[in-house]
């Protein structure tokens, strides 16, 4: 299955002129942010080859999409929300957080093409404008990352760059593997948190194992 421009010529169609595309990644890692790419379209008729959703390609073809997609549509930006502030407040508001710095960077937008089945951007109305009558319509797409051009890209663009944050935390915690598993629980990961506990980078406020203890000797 291909991504095409249909979800967002309907929303053209329909008077938007700018429309945003917006997915999330990193939502059910325990370590590292939560990080929302944000890409936005006027009307076109073509995207850059090969894209798709981020999950079906390889770091190297998404790392090689990136110059392309530095320059499709009107504008892109990713934000992202710290695994202090996901503890702070939740994953839901933490998503939202991350969006809005996003959006923040790209401007005022009349259309939002979001992934998924569940509106976490604008469960509360004046998330997106204080003026609530200005809060742009949301459209979910189910599978969004594998149907619609500018919620692929989006996706290509939040996980490239939170793969290279967590790929750069690495290099500070080699022990939890997130080099590899970006954060996620894999069977390596949740042996080194039940060996060496949680870092300032685990979500600590999530149900992840606990820390082995050694008895204190006689």
């Known amino acids: 299955m291909s991504v095409s421009l249909s979800f967002e010529r309907a929303a053209w169609d329909a008077g938007a002129v700018t429309v945003a595309g917006i997915d999330e990644v990193g939502r059910g890692a325990l370590a590292g942010p939560v990080s929302v790419g944000v890409v936005v379209l006027t009307r076109c008729d073509t995207w850059p080859h090969g894209l798709a959703d981020s999950k079906e390609l ?9 110059p392309t997609l530095a320059d499709f549509g009107l504008a892109r930006a990713v934000g992202h929300a710290s695994p202090l502030e996901i503890d702070d407040v939740g994953i839901i508001a933490a998503l939202r957080l991350a969006a809005l710095r996003a959006l923040a960077r790209v401007g005022p937008v009349d259309h939002v093409l979001l992934d998924g089945k569940h509106n976490w951007l604008t469960v509360e109305p004046t998330l997106l404008d204080p003026d609530p009558e200005h809060t742009p319509p949301v459209t979910m797409i189910v599978k969004g990352d594998t149907l619609c051009a500018s919620i692929a890209a989006a996706s290509v663009l939040a996980k490239v760059e939170r793969d290279a944050m967590m790929r ?26 039940r060996e060496l506990g949680a870092t300032e980078f685990h979500r600590r406020s999530w149900a992840l194992p606990s820390a082995s203890t050694t008895p204190a000797p006689e």
């Open 58 to 66: 390889t770091r190297l073809q998404r790392e090689a999409l990136c």
């Open 168 to 193: 750069a935390a690495h290099g500070d915690h080699p022990a939890y593997g997130w080099e590899g598993n970006k954060g996620y629980g894999a069977a390596a990961h949740l042996d080194a948190i």
